[in-house]
């Protein structure tokens, strides 16, 4: 039987909401995913720091301690942040090796889609890891992906 991992990095709950969800759904592990480094509580402080890591193209250290040994799908999910992944997902990456695996991403965002995300993944992962996503705004588009 196929063994499923839900990982997901959130800041103000969207996220972890979804993940809690689609874990729930598959009857997956959940693990947040965090970062060494804190993100400011404050909005627009936020919005800032997140605008210089990826302009310093800066890969914020993990904090999470985690073996994806046992694992043959990884539902990888985060917020969309200026039209792509938060810099966590690359230090994803960098730590990671998913080779045999299946990397399935989901996002929530207030209108961005999966799509705009897909094409910084697609940059950041073997083709041959990475499935099809989706975006994951509300439990009924979690419901329709997952059917
Ligand atoms: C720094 C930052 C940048 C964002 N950029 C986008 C964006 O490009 N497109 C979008 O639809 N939403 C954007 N949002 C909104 C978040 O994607 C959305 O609120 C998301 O669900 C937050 O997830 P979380 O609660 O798990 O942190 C942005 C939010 C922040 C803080």
């Not at 729930?24 to 060494?36: I, M, P, Q, S």
């Not at 999470?64 to 040994?69: A, E, F, I, V, Y």
């Not at 965002?109 to 041959?128: F, G």
Request: aromatic share 12%.
């Amino acid at each position: 039987m196929a063994n499923n991992i839900v990982l997901y990095f959130s800041r103000s709950g969207n996220t972890k909401k979804a993940a809690e969800y689609i874990s729930k759904k598959l009857g997956a592990d959940l693990v947040e995913l965090k970062t060494k480094m804190d993100y400011p509580e404050d909005y627009d402080t936020l919005v800032k720091v997140a605008e210089k890591q990826i302009s310093d193209d800066e890969h914020p250290e993990i904090a999470t301690s985690l073996d994806l040994s046992e694992y043959d799908t990884v539902y990888l999910g985060f917020p969309t942040w200026y039209q792509q992944p938060p810099m966590i997902v690359h230090s994803f990456f960098d730590q990671f090796d998913l080779t045999g695996k299946n990397l399935v991403p989901f996002v929530t965002s207030v209108s961005s889609t999966i799509a705009d995300s897909t094409s910084y993944l697609k940059k950041m992962c073997d083709s041959e890891v990475l499935r099809d996503g989706f975006t994951a705004n509300s439990f009924s588009d979690i419901d329709d992906f997952l059917k």
